[in-house]
């Protein structure tokens, strides 16, 4: 048999793998915060859990400890907590509104120093 040219093949196993990868779930933290707690309530054991969720045990405890390791920093109030991006699109809305609103009351302001004086100098 003669070989074609050109690029070969990926082992089955690397397409295996990438498969799984493209289709790995992610979870949301509603859910991780749900199946952590599940798994603190204790009805379940952890290997129950797991597999009715369709994740690894090794991930369940790296969830829960993340989780009490957050809990345990915000009750001592060492939480620093980034803003989201929302929060800082809304927060830029209102500066941009604030500054706007300063512009507006300034030449107001002005106006009406010009209007008492009768001058145009805004230092009376």
Request: charge should be positive; proline fraction near 2%.
């Amino acid at each position: 048999m003669s070989q074609k040219t050109g690029q070969a093949k990926p082992p089955a196993e690397t397409v295996v793998k990438e498969i799984r990868r493209a289709t790995r779930k992610h979870y949301s933290a509603e859910e991780k915060i749900r199946i952590v707690l599940e798994g603190l309530r204790g009805e379940d054991s952890i290997a129950e859990l797991c597999r009715r969720e369709g994740l690894g045990s090794n991930i369940s405890y790296r969830w829960s400890k993340d989780f009490l390791e957050a809990g345990k920093k915000r009750l001592a109030g060492d939480a620093v907590r980034e803003a989201t991006l929302d929060e800082v699109k809304g927060l830029r809305r209102e500066s941009l509104a604030l500054k706007e609103a300063v512009a507006d009351l300034t030449l107001e302001n002005r106006l009406l120093k010009k209007s008492v004086t009768g001058s145009g100098d805004d230092d009376a």
